[in-house]
């Protein structure tokens, strides 16, 4: 009993010392999953979608009716300061509108500049009002089984949910239906949730080293991303100044990337190419685009993104143990009928062997659409054809089919170029019995995506008739 009030002195000291606020030193609450959250959350972006389900065997008309609303989820990562942001393809696929907000609150209308469907990753595009937070980028090359992660993303549609757990397994191959499957995912069991697809899975640094892509149903935490190194090499893709510009630099390099180790070889030179001119050669290590540092080939297609044909950059390389710089100059892309520029297309097609045919069966002379309209074209199709002409009592007159308008689709295929257009006619739905349900058109004018039908006989597609 005598001891007692010494005990409690004691204890009354200790809890009195251990509410004094710290001094001079760090926070503790703000640990590494902290800093790390802070780190990377302004460059997270949250994804809201919206389809029509219309159905498909209505009567086509200026006003087909009510279509119901399907609202979608997802998450998205800013990969450069322009407003350019990759999520997954299943996220925006199929949609009509595109809803990015970010950290800030900010909300902004997006579109679908390009995607790779088979690694389920899709670029989209803002319009931002000021430059964006890119998110840094690790590397998958050196994962650790056990390694802490982090998941954040728009989980059931609650903004910047933040989740963390561990690396449970490297490599895994996943088939998630029938028409999908992944290769070489990172498993994690940090909770993923519908509205994580496309998010980051960062590591302790604030570095995403992995895209939030799928879950294991009926499992608990059991998910899955693709790896950031894999994302990266498709991403450059998606970022290639030849689909984007219109403009190429020649330049083959890969990227090379085990740990703390990470710089982008040139491999070859295309012959009499920017890049050849400008005397790169195989085996340099790409330092610096003009003030932009390289790592890989995404930094490489951003710092040439933008630029004008014949405008000089200056590229620095390692080259051995020396360090040199030489200027590049882009030149237009001109291999391909398809991939020239917009208002190229529209002349040459003008004058191509297949216009006639489009001419005399359907009825319809067709260019490339001009810049400016592109972004009529709803995200769910990934082009179309300006409709330029329409020949009076033809069958795209008889159907509905209108000067101005975009064709995007017909009897079940996109309609991007000349080629798919004389392919398409070439293997048409049914034409020996006369058209099925399959033989429908799509066409964006103005706000309004809609459809009709042109039922054609065989003898139809292969008539020789010259019609003026």
């Keep these: ?72 989820m997802g998450t998205g990562v800013v990969v450069d300061e322009r407003g350019y942001i990759v999520t997954n393809y299943h996220v925006v696929a199929d949609v009509d509108v595109i809803r990015a907000v970010l950290q800030d609150g900010s909300d902004y209308q997006a579109h679908l500049v390009r995607h790779d469907r088979e690694h389920d990753l899709a670029l989209i595009k803002i319009d931002a009002l000021k430059p964006l937070q890119v998110m840094p980028h690790g590397t998958s090359s050196d994962l650790m089984l056990g390694e802490s992660v982090i998941a954040v993303g728009n989980a059931f549609g609650y903004r910047h949910t933040v989740t963390s757990g561990i690396i449970s397994a490297l490599g895994r191959d996943v088939e998630a239906n029938e028409t999908q499957t992944y290769k070489n995912l990172i498993q994690t069991d940090a909770s993923i949730n519908p509205g994580n697809s496309g998010g980051p899975l960062l590591n302790l640094n604030g570095e995403v080293i992995g895209i939030n892509v799928a879950i294991r149903a ?70 610096k685009v003009g003030d932009r540092e390289i790592v890989d080939n995404v930094d490489l297609e951003r710092s040439l993104l933008g630029r004008k044909p014949g405008e000089a950059v200056t590229i620095t390389v390692r080259r051995g ?29 003008n004058d191509a062997p297949e216009a006639d045919r489009f001419w005399r069966v359907l009825g319809v002379r067709l260019a490339a659409v001009p810049q400016d309209r592109l972004r009529m074209i709803p995200p769910r199709y990934k082009g179309g054809l300006l409709v330029v002409d329409v020949r009076p009592q033809s069958p795209a007159a008889i159907n509905g089919i209108r000067k101005d308008d975009i064709l995007v689709g017909l009897w079940g295929y996109e309609t991007l170029s000349y080629d798919n257009v004389h392919w398409i006619l070439n293997h048409p739905p049914g034409a020996d019995q006369g058209g099925t349900d399959k033989d429908v058109y799509y066409v964006v004018r103005g706000q309004q995506t809609l459809y009709g039908k042109i039922q054609m006989l065989a003898a139809d597609l292969n008539t020789e008739t010259a019609v003026k």
């Design 218 to 287: 009926n499992a608990q935490r059991i998910g899955f991303a693709i790896p950031i190194d894999d994302v990266r090499r498709v991403v450059a893709q998606l970022l290639s100044v030849e689909q984007l510009d219109r403009n190429y630099h020649g330049l083959g390099a890969r990227d090379v990337k085990s740990g703390t180790t990470r710089m982008l070889v040139v491999e070859h030179t295309q012959p009499d190419s920017p890049a050849a001119k400008a005397g790169l050669k195989p085996g340099d290590v790409v330092l």
């Design 321 to 349: 143990e020396k360090t040199e710089s030489m200027t590049l100059a882009l030149a237009p892309f001109t291999s391909g009928r398809t991939r020239l520029p917009n208002d190229f297309v529209a002349r040459a097609n």
């Design 1 to 72: 009993m005598k001891h007692w009030p010494l005990a409690l002195a004691i204890c009354l000291a200790s809890l009195l010392a251990s509410a004094e606020p710290l001094t001079g030193g760090e926070d503790s609450r703000e640990t590494p999953l902290v800093r790390a959250v802070k780190r990377a959350a302004p460059s997270v972006v949250n994804i809201h979608t919206e389809k029509s389900v219309v159905d498909r065997d209505s009567v086509f008309a200026a006003n087909p009716g009510k279509a119901r609303k399907v609202n979608g």
